[in-house]
C-alpha cells in the first residue's frame, strides 16, 4: 500500500511519517496535519521580526506589544476578553521571540469559530488600555530586575552582548529600556509586524485543508496589506574568550557556546547525534557523567544546538560551587577536545540514533505540540520532504560520518564562556 504526501507518491516503508498537507491561501501557506480523533484544532503563526526589530534603548518593546495583544480588544477589555476565552475553553497566546512574532491557539471544534475572532480582534483592534499598559510594564519591569539580580540572568547578559555586540541578538532588555517605551512606540511596533504578508501557519487537528483556507482567510483580513521588514542575517559569534561578571553568591553559573552549522547542512543529524553524546541526553552524555556523576561538580550540565536568525548555534550551561568553577571549566574544554579529535564509540552512536529515531513520533503526540513543531520546520528552512527522509538519515549515521562532522564543527579553542557570580580557578 501506498501513500501520498505533500502532492508526492511515496513506497511503502517502514518507519515514522507524517502527513502533511500543503495548504495555500490569498498568498499565505500553511502546513496541516489533518487528525480528526479528538475534536481539538490547534494553530500557529509566525512573522519575521519580534525583538529583532527592537530600537536601541528600546530593549523589549516586542514583548511588551506581544503581551499587550491578550490584554483586551474590540469592546472586551482585560477581563472581558479572558473571559470570553475562558468561557469557551480557548487557549490563545501571542509572544515575541529573538527573530520571530508568534501567535497560537488551541480550541475544540466547536469553539473554532470564537478563537479565530477573538484571536482577529487582538491583532486588528487591541486596545491597550492605559491601564493595562501599566500592569504589563511593571511585570515585564521586575523580570528585568530580577534578572540582573542572579548568577544565571547575569551570566546569560553578558553571553549575549558578547557573542554579537552590536546586533540584536546582543540586546536584552533592562528595566531601564522598558520603562522608556511609550505607548505610540507599542502601537508602532504592532502596525509593523502584524501584517497580511510575511506570515508563516501551521496547524493540526481536528480540521481539513478547505476550512483552514476559509480559516486563514478570516483570521488576517483586517491586518494592514503587505510584510514585515525582514530579519537581518546572524553574524558569526564573536570570540570573545571569557567575560566574567561579579555577583556574591555561593555559586557561579557558566553560559559557554560556540557557532553551529546552517540547517542546510548536510551534517545536520551527524552533529546531533555528536552533541547529543557530548553534552544532552541527561544522565548519558558524557559532560554528565564526566561533571555530576564521577566528580560531584553540579547538579546539571548540557548543551544543546539552536537555531537563531537562520543560523545554528551551540549553547550550554552548567552551575557550580565557586571554587570549583576552574575545574568544571577545564573539564568542559577537555570533553570537548575528546570529541573534536577522535569522535564517539560505535556504541554512543548507535544508542543516540535510537534515541533520536524513537523520538520522534512523541514529538507528534498532540495538536499543539504539534503545530508548534511544524511551525519551527517552516522557520529553520525545512520542508515536508526534509521531516520524511529524517528517519533514513538518522538511520545511515555510523562512527565515521558522525566522528567526520564531529571535527569539523567542534572548535576547543574557540568555546566561549560568560560566567557571573565570584568564580575561583580561571
Not at 40 to 58: E, H, I, K, M
Not at 88 to 95: H, P
Not at 389 to 415: C, F, K
Request: aromatic share 6%; glycine share 12%; proline share 7%.
Amino acid at each position: 500500500m501506498s501513500e501520498t504526501l505533500f502532492g508526492v507518491t511515496l513506497p511503502p516503508r517502514r518507519g515514522f511519517s507524517v502527513p502533511i498537507q500543503i495548504v495555500e491561501q490569498g498568498g499565505v501557506t500553511a502546513w496541516l496535519v489533518e487528525d480528526h480523533s479528538v475534536p481539538v484544532v490547534s494553530l500557529a503563526w509566525a512573522w519575521p521580526g519580534g525583538a529583532a526589530n527592537d530600537p536601541v534603548g528600546r530593549e523589549g518593546l516586542a514583548n511588551f506589544a506581544a503581551a499587550m495583544l491578550s490584554e483586551g480588544a474590540g469592546d472586551l477589555d482585560n477581563v472581558g476578553f479572558a473571559d470570553a476565552m475562558r468561557d469557551a475553553g480557548i487557549g490563545l497566546s501571542f509572544s515575541a521571540n529573538r527573530d520571530s512574532f508568534d501567535g497560537s491557539f488551541r480550541a475544540l471544534s466547536d469553539a473554532l469559530p470564537e478563537a479565530v475572532r477573538l484571536a482577529k480582534l487582538a491583532m486588528a483592534r487591541p486596545r491597550l488600555d492605559a491601564s493595562a499598559i501599566t500592569r504589563v510594564r511593571a511585570r515585564a519591569v521586575l523580570g528585568a530586575r530580577q534578572a540582573l539580580e542572579t548568577p544565571a540572568g547575569i551570566a546569560r547578559r553578558a553571553f549575549w552582548e558578547a557573542a554579537y555586540p552590536g546586533f540584536p541578538a546582543g540586546r536584552l532588555p533592562t528595566p531601564e529600556s522598558l520603562t522608556a517605551i511609550t505607548d505610540a512606540e507599542i502601537r508602532a511596533c504592532l502596525a509593523a509586524q502584524l501584517r497580511q504578508g510575511g506570515v508563516m501557519v501551521a496547524a493540526s487537528g481536528a480540521i481539513n485543508a478547505a476550512a483552514l483556507r476559509a480559516l486563514m482567510s478570516e483570521l488576517f483580513a483586517d491586518l494592514p496589506a503587505g510584510a514585515p521588514a525582514p530579519t537581518p542575517p546572524l553574524p558569526t559569534l564573536a570570540a570573545f574568550g571569557t567575560v566574567r561578571r561579579e555577583k556574591a553568591a555561593p555559586q557561579s553559573t557558566l553560559m559557554f557556546g560556540q557557532d553551529g552549522l546552517m540547517p542546510a547542512d548536510p551534517g545536520w543529524e551527524g552533529f546531533q547525534v555528536a552533541l547529543r553524546i557530548l553534552a544532552g541526553g541527561g544522565f548519558t552524555s558524557r559532560l554528565m557523567r564526566t561533571v555530576r556523576e564521577e566528580r560531584g561538580l553540579t547538579y546539571g550540565i548540557g548543551a544543546g544546538l539552536d537555531v537563531l536568525f537562520g543560523r545554528g548555534i551551540v549553547i550550554g550551561n552548567v552551575a557550580t560551587e565557586n571554587a570549583k568553577v576552574g575545574e568544571v571549566w577545564g573539564l568542559v574544554r577537555a570533553a570537548w577536545a575528546e570529541m573534536a579529535a577522535g569522535g564517539p564509540t560505535a556504541e554512543e552512536v548507535s544508542e543516540a540514533v535510537a534515541f533520536l529515531a524513537g523520538s520522534l513520533p512523541l514529538q507528534f503526540t498532540d495538536s499543539r505540540r504539534t503545530a508548534s513543531l511544524l511551525l519551527g520546520l517552516r522557520q529553520t528552512g525545512r520542508s515536508p520532504e526534509w521531516l520524511a527522509g529524517r528517519p533514513a538519515r538518522l538511520a545511515a549515521l555510523d562512527r565515521a560520518a558522525v566522528t567526520a562532522v564531529a571535527q569539523r564543527i567542534l572548535r576547543p579553542d574557540g568555546l566561549v564562556l560568560a560566567v557571573a557570580g565570584e568564580p575561583q580557578g580561571l
